[in-house]
Each structure stands twice: as C-alpha cells, then as structure tokens.
Antibody, heavy 118, light 104 residues
Framework: EVMLVESGGGLVKPGGSLKLSCAAS????????MSWVRQTPEKRLEWVAT????????YYPDSVKGRFTISRDNAKNTLYLQMSSLRSEDTAMYYC???????????WGQGTTLTVSS | QIVLTQSPAIMSASPGEKVTMTCSAS?????MHWYQQKPGTSPKRWIY???KLASGVPARFSGSGSGTSYSLTISSMEAEDAATYYC???????FGSGTKLEIK
C-alpha cells in the first residue's frame, strides 16, 4: 500500500523558515518524481514544487521560486520542502504527492498545516 | 500559465440524477485530470488522462473532452458522490477552483 506521511508543519512568523518532510512507503520511491501541493484556507489547490526521481531536476512556480527548495533522500525514502522568507499567503495545508506516469498526482499524503502569522 | 475555469462552483443533485460539471482551459491542452475531495480528507485521483477511471472509481463516472473543454459526468448520482471535484492539467500544473457537488 502506498503511504505518504507529511510532518513538520506549524506556526511561523512572517519572514521565518520551516522544513517539511514526507516519509514514503509501499513503492519504489526512487522511481518516481515527487511534488508538494498546497491547499489554501479558501480550498484552492496550488502546485508548489516538483523533483525528478533522481533529484537532479527541480521545478517551482514563480510564487515560491527562490524561497522554497524541494529535495529528496532516496536512501531514506523521504521528500523535503525547505521554506524560507515565509509570507501570510503561504498559509495552507501542504500535501506530498506522487507524480504518476500520466503526469497527474496519483497518491497524496494526509497533509501538514503551515500557518504564517505574527 | 494555463488557467482552468470550473463550472458551476456549487451544484446539487438528487439521487439517480445525471450530473455534469465542466472545466474550461484558457489554452488547448492534451489531457485533463480530476480529483475528488471530501471534507477533512486529502484529494484523491479520480479520473486521469481525460477519461480513465482511477482504481476503485465507480463506473457511473466518466470523463470526456478535448482542446479547451472538458467534463466529468456521473450517470446516476449517489449520496457517496457528494464531494468537491477539481480539474488539473499537467502542462503548468494548474488546478481549477473546484465544483462542490451536494446531494439533494
């Protein structure tokens, strides 16, 4: 059974930093690209970052480029999201998602909540 | 960036009723994906590559479309289908704003 378990969310002040983790199991982690997707309090879904299966390639939307860094440790079956210069608009539920071979997100974790507030 | 517009934003249907919701893309795309989300849970892959049903999705669901216009149809509404459905395209990883489907 594919499982993705996020952790590391919390309350952070504007301008602060936080690192999220996603522990993967039930599949060959190193064979899949992985992504982070967030859901805002208004329930809007936003893609945040994607990393290739081997970790060599990363992709970000302009809204987080330069502030967020996605990485992975294939030996530990773990995905990470380092977030810095956090803003109130980064407040959201952050989901780890597996990138299916069809280009969609075929499995999602249960999410971890980030709140950016003073 | 391709913008996806879903309509309607909210809809309700009676058990047994046929349901259709649409997703319009600002530019032509090759495929559309759909996710189902119920309150307090994470999104689930529901329909991928426009018309392929994800594992476990009932056959009353179908997806269709091409170019800039795509749709998700339920042939006969059931109470368990009440949820929010999001469309998604892989070119620029954008999502629609969702259609909330309620049971009457």
């Amino acid at each position: 059974e594919v499982m993705l378990v996020e952790s590391g969310g919390g309350l952070v002040k504007p301008g602060g930093s936080l690192k999220l983790s996603c522990a993967a199991s039930g599949f060959t982690f190193s064979s899949y690209a992985m992504s982070w997707v967030r859901q805002t309090p208004e329930k809007r879904l936003e893609w945040v970052a994607t990393i290739s299966s081997g970790g060599s390639y990363t992709y970000y939307p302009d809204s987080v480029k330069g502030r967020f860094t996605i990485s992975r440790d294939n030996a530990k079956n773990t995905l990470y999201l380092q977030m810095s210069s956090l803003r109130s608009e980064d407040t959201a539920m952050y989901y780890c998602a597996r990138q299916g071979y069809d280009g969609d997100f075929d499995y999602w974790g249960q999410g971890t909540t980030l709140t950016v507030s003073s | 960036q391709i913008v996806l517009t879903q309509s309607p934003a909210i809809m309700s249907a009676s058990p047994g009723e046929k349901v259709t919701m649409t997703c319009s893309a600002s530019s032509s795309i090759s495929y559309m994906h759909w996710y189902q989300q119920k309150p307090g849970t994470s999104p689930k892959r529901w329909i991928y590559d426009t018309s392929k049903l994800a594992s476990g999705v009932p056959a009353r669901f179908s997806g269709s479309g091409s170019g800039t216009s795509y749709s998700l149809t339920i042939s006969s509404m059931e109470a368990e289908d009440a949820a929010t459905y999001y469309c998604h395209q892989r070119s620029s990883f954008t999502f629609g704003s969702g259609t909330k489907l309620e049971i009457k």
